[in-house]
C-alpha cells in the first residue's frame, strides 16, 4: 500500500519559512519523480513543484520561483519543500505527490493527505 503522509505545515507570518516533508512508503522511492501541489481555499489545486528521479532537475511553478526549493533524501524516502520568503498567497493545504513518468503540467498517481500552511500578513 503506497503511503505519502505530509508534515511540517503550520502558521507562519509573511516573509518566514517552513520546511514541508513527505515520507513515503510502498514504493520505490529512488525511482519516482516527486512533487507538491497546492490548493487554496475557493481556487483550483496547482502545481507547485517536482522533481525527476532519474535527472534530478527541478522544475517550479512561477509564483514560487526563487522562493522554494524541492529536495530529496532518497536514503529516508523522504521528499522535502523549503519554502522561504512566505506570503499570505502562499496559504493552501499542500499536498505530497508521487508518479513514475511525471511531465509538468500533468497528473501523478499518488497523493498525500495534505498539510494546511497559513501565512499571516
Known amino acids: 500500500q503506497v503511503q505519502l503522509v505530509e508534515s511540517g505545515g503550520g502558521l507562519v507570518q509573511a516573509g518566514g519559512s517552513l520546511r514541508l516533508s513527505c515520507a513515503v512508503s510502498?514504493?520505490?522511492?529512488?525511482?519516482?519523480?516527486m512533487g507538491w501541489f497546492r490548493q487554496a481555499p475557493g481556487k483550483e489545486r496547482e502545481f507547485v513543484a517536482m522533481?525527476?528521479?532519474?535527472?534530478?532537475?527541478?522544475y517550479y511553478a512561477d509564483s514560487v520561483k526563487g522562493r522554494f526549493t524541492i529536495s530529496r533524501d532518497n536514503a529516508r524516502n523522504t521528499v522535502y519543500l523549503q519554502m522561504n520568503i512566505l506570503k499570505p498567497e502562499d496559504t493552501a493545504v499542500y499536498y505530497c505527490?508521487?508518479?513514475?513518468?511525471?511531465?509538468?503540467?500533468?497528473?501523478?498517481?499518488?497523493w498525500g493527505q495534505g498539510t494546511q500552511v497559513t501565512v499571516s500578513s
Open positions: 522533481m525527476k528521479w532519474r535527472s534530478g532537475d527541478e
Open positions: 505527490v508521487a508518479d513514475n513518468r511525471a511531465i509538468v503540467g500533468g497528473t501523478f498517481d499518488y
Open positions: 510502498g514504493l520505490t522511492f529512488s525511482r519516482f519523480d
